[in-house]
């Protein structure tokens, strides 16, 4: 049984792409130091990670004798003298010098790797499992040769945060399956594929983006407000995305109807439920992620859309539990061959995944409107809108200006109920119901807060009123029958009484009659 990320059963080992959620746990903890060193700091974790696919670059003293093959055991040992186990990072051809070899990972999420280093500082660098510093010896597939490196340095890794958003243009871009719907929104919008890396990097700078839509301004921010954009840009625009990736790479790669050969897809669908939900979550996946999922229970609590029925304030938000039973379903229509109903799945998937975005900016507009939120407050309104802007725009590009207008850098005011109709007039498009948001709760009063409470649905409206329409000409047509044969009565009894014979007679009458 493989270490399992979550409530949810993957099928393969995935706890070295699960990790990459420490990467952004590290990047978190630099930036709230607010130094100009522990800034940098969380740069270089973002640019050259530290938890995920790590492998040593190592030197050997001779060149290869012969070609090495991606993925060939390679063995060597740490400092205390005690095996580590690795393989070829990619295919080497003989006479190369200069050698990747990644490190075995394990199936235990709390052990996975025992050599993390990259950029990482401080007590997250962990030595332990990486292969001996200095003058070695390594065997390469049954051939052992002689290495140097320096520990310190030379331990990398292939999986990075910024990687997630620059390798999109060969991914998804020019992606054997392209166009992807979700990707296309963003690269249309922003008018370019690596949109987040631009994001993250002009918020760490201070700088400005050039995108084509969508643009900041990051100097009106100092490190408070740019802080906010950074950690949830690199976890909710970087991350997103690229746990979207996977599951079209799982699509790209299914065969249709065939049982016994979908191993490569499932294991992708497996890396993007992982990229999800990250290592730090746990079984229960409560107050301890740093990823989508821990986002999703945070602002279920705040929206009201808890537990299985998306009701309470409290535990598991309901779209957790939703998107659990897509992964699951979406793990066994690959293992089945049943790559159409997938595809669906991988839909409707992408459609949830927006849920969060909305709810953060519903909830930070209306704390810039009515709370007097600050720096702090004003970014992370701008951070969600990002996160959900270019699928607005692809949906109604109106409705996109005036959330834009309302919560970007440097916004002169905002209005949150403006936001909030503007997201609601494109739930429709965005297969959305008014009950999957939500509304904006005050824990503290029991009640929503004063015009944020959920919307009701369009359709709801229309079935309700066509069912008090059909009600009423019910009622109209019992009651005009009704009428009718009254009024029918009625003339009869008239038309008796002109003939002297009235249907109904007194007592007296009656009596009067007989004498």
């Given at each position: ?53 790590s492998y040593a670059l190592i030197t050997l003293s001779e060149p290869l004798r012969s070609n090495v093959v991606k993925g060939t ?229 705040n929206f009201k859309t808890g537990g299985p029925d998306g009701t309470d304030v409290d535990g598991q938000s309901k779209l957790n ?187 007296e009458v009656e009596s009067s009659v007989k004498a």
């Open positions: 049984m493989y270490a399992q990320p979550i409530i949810f059963c993957v099928s393969f080992q995935v706890t070295d792409h699960c990790a990459i959620d420490r990467d952004q746990r590290a990047i978190e903890v630099e930036l709230a130091r607010k130094t100009n060193e522990s800034w940098e700091n969380a740069k270089q974790i973002y640019l050259q990670g530290g938890n995920s696919k055991t390679i063995t060597g040992k740490n400092d205390a003298g005690n095996e580590v186990a690795g393989k070829m990072y990619s295919t080497t051809e003989a006479g190369a010098v200069n050698v990747k070899v990644q490190y075995a990972t394990t199936d235990v999420q709390d052990s996975y790797v025992q050599c993390q280093v990259g950029a990482l500082v401080g007590e997250d660098v962990n030595l332990s499992g990486c292969f001996a510093d200095g003058e070695n010896t390594i065997n390469i597939g049954g051939e052992v040769y002689t290495y140097t490196y320096t520990a310190a340095t030379e331990n990398k890794n292939g999986r990075t945060i910024a990687g997630f958003s620059t390798q999109l243009e060969d991914k998804l871009k020019n992606g054997p399956g392209a166009p992807y719907a979700d990707f296309e929104y963003f690269r249309k919008y922003y008018g370019t594929s690596d949109y987040a890396d631009q994001w993250v990097n002009a918020a760490f700078e201070g700088g400005r983006t050039s995108f084509t839509n969508g643009n900041a301004d990051f100097s009106q921010y100092g490190l408070e407000g740019r802080e906010q954009i950074i950690k949830k840009g690199t976890a909710y625009m970087n991350v997103w995305m690229y746990t979207i990736r996977e599951f079209e790479d799982a699509l790209d790669d299914c065969k249709r109807g065939c049982i016994n050969c979908n191993d490569d897809p499932v294991h992708a669908w497996d890396e993007g439920v992982c990229f999800y939900s990250g290592s730090l979550e746990g079984q229960t996946g409560l107050e301890s992620g740093y990823l989508l999922h821990q986002l999703a229970d945070k602002r279920s609590v539990y939703d998107l659990m039973d897509e992964f699951a379903l979406g793990n066994y229509q690959l293992q089945s061959g049943n790559c159409p109903s997938a595809r669906k799945t991988k839909e409707r998937i992408a459609q949830l995944m927006y849920i969060p975005m909305i709810q953060g900016s519903l909830r930070y507009a209306y704390k810039v409107d009515k709370l007097q939120g600050g720096e702090k407050e004003k970014a992370e309104g701008a951070a969600f809108a990002a996160a959900v802007l270019p699928r607005v725009h692809a949906a109604n590009s109106d409705a996109a200006s005036k959330i834009y207008n309302n919560l970007r850098v440097g916004a002169s005011s905002t209005n949150h109920q403006e936001v909030k109709e503007a997201f609601e007039s494109v739930y429709p498009q965005l297969g959305l119901t008014c009950a999957d948001i939500g509304g904006l709760w005050n824990e503290g009063t029991k009640s929503y807060y004063p015009g944020m409470g959920p919307c009701t649905d369009a359709s709801t409206t229309k079935v309700v009123t066509e069912t008090n329409s059909t009600l009423a000409i019910a009622l109209g047509t019992t009651f005009g029958v009704l009428f009718a044969v009254a009024l029918i009565a009625i003339l009869y009894m008239r038309s008796r009484e002109k003939q002297g014979a009235p249907v109904f007679k007194t007592e």
